[in-house]
T-cell receptor, first 114, second 113 residues
Framework: EAQVTQNPRYLITVTGKKLTVTCSQN?????MSWYRQDPGLGLRQIYY???????DKGDVPEGYKVSRKEKRNFPLILESPSPNQTSLYFC?????????????FGPGTRLTVL | DQQVKQNSPSLSVQEGRISILNCDYT??????FLWYKKYPAEGPTFLIS???IKDKNEDGRFTVFLNKSAKHLSLHIVPSQPGDSAVYFC????????????WGAGTKLIIKP
């Protein structure tokens, strides 16, 4: 089954404790991205990757890191989480980077930073 | 300032009737528009899209209308079914911004029996 998986689905942590949210897709997609969804704001892009070892900032990259060492995986790293990073996070992938290509989303990770 | 706005946080429609979800945008350079649908505890899924060279695109019960002069698009669902209850996101992109998607805040559609 074609899918994007994220782990963990739910996470409660404390300020400053490094964490990683994993994302994996099995569709051999080149393009992957991370979004956060906050009430009243829709989805905002954090980082995206057009291919292995190619990553770039989205609209809200501060406080986040990513890596793309393999085509299928695109982990999101919060080196020192803060309460303003409490949000719902989605990973997405598509065959290519054009917006005309349908993005496939993971189920989301709800992160709470205390 | 949000470039894509969905001014109705929620909408309630009787089953069998037409649902109309609206989306306004401010950037005249947007040339591709999409609607995504999201159920609770799931990620968004693609529903329908429209290019700026068209003013209408239809897929089964779903039709998207684009009014470029008004910078407005709408999604029509006819007839509305209980399974259509979800949050609907409007998104837009422009070639000159590397096709980055700009998303609206979403409208929660509730279909009443």
């Amino acid at each position: 089954e074609a899918q994007v998986t994220q782990n963990p689905r739910y996470l409660i942590t404390v300020t400053g404790k490094k964490l990683t949210v994993t994302c994996s897709q099995n569709m051999n997609h080149e393009y992957m991205s991370w979004y956060r969804q906050d009430p009243g704001l829709g989805l905002r892009q954090i980082y995206y990757s057009m291919n292995v070892e190619v990553t770039d900032k989205g609209d809200v990259p501060e406080g986040y890191k990513v890596s793309r060492k393999e085509k299928r995986n695109f982990p999101l790293i919060l080196e020192s989480p803060s309460p303003n990073q409490t949000s719902l996070y989605f990973c997405a992938s598509s065959f290519a980077w054009a917006s005309t290509d349908t993005q496939y989303f993971g189920p989301g990770t709800r992160l709470t930073v205390l | 300032d949000q470039q894509v706005k969905q001014n109705s946080p929620s909408l309630s429609v009787q089953e069998g009737r037409i649902s109309i979800l609206n989306c306004d945008y401010t950037n005249s350079m947007f040339d591709y528009f999409l609607w995504y649908k999201k159920y609770p505890a799931e990620g968004p899924t693609f529903l329908i899209s429209i290019s700026s060279i068209k003013d209408k695109n239809e897929d089964g019960r779903f039709t998207v209308f684009l009014n470029k002069s008004a910078k407005h698009l709408s999604l029509h669902i006819v007839p509305s079914q209980p399974g259509d209850s979800a949050v609907y996101f409007c998104a837009a992109s422009a070639r000159d911004s590397n096709y980055q998607l700009i998303w609206g805040a979403g409208t929660k559609l509730i279909i009443k029996p």
